[in-house]
Each structure stands twice: as structure tokens, then as C-alpha cells.
């Protein structure tokens, strides 16, 4: 699995926190995908781990599923 470095990730970060962003919004029309990222045990504990990986990396506060 590729781990993203700090300047692959700069331009994603912009792109999540404008308001209606195109990569949010490609997310979110992918909830088939997410259910299958989240629906077993490994698959969960892989998307947690890369997830707070990633919000450490992008020294974000925490990470909003909603």
C-alpha cells in the first residue's frame, strides 16, 4: 500500500477544506465503496489506521464521517 507524503497530500488538503469541494463530492457519491471499506473487521481496521495516519500527516484536528 502506497503511504502519501506531505507534498502529495497539499493539494488534497486545500481541496478538502473548500466548501463543496469536487474530491468531497466524489466521496460522497462513493458510499458503495465506503460500506465495503468499512463492512469487515481488517478492511475497518486498515481505512481507521491509514485514516488517522493521514490526519496525522495533515496535522488535522480529527476526521468528520457524517
Do not use: W
Amino acid at each position: 500500500m502506497h503511504s502519501p507524503t506531505l507534498p502529495e497530500l497539499s493539494n488534497k488538503r486545500t481541496l478538502l477544506s473548500k466548501p463543496f469541494s469536487p474530491l468531497v463530492r466524489k466521496c460522497i457519491k462513493n458510499i458503495t465503496q465506503y460500506s465495503s471499506m468499512t463492512g469487515r473487521a481488517n478492511s475497518r481496521t486498515t481505512f481507521i489506521n491509514s485514516s488517522i495516519n493521514l490526519a496525522r500527516l495533515c496535522n488535522f484536528h480529527g476526521l468528520d464521517l457524517d
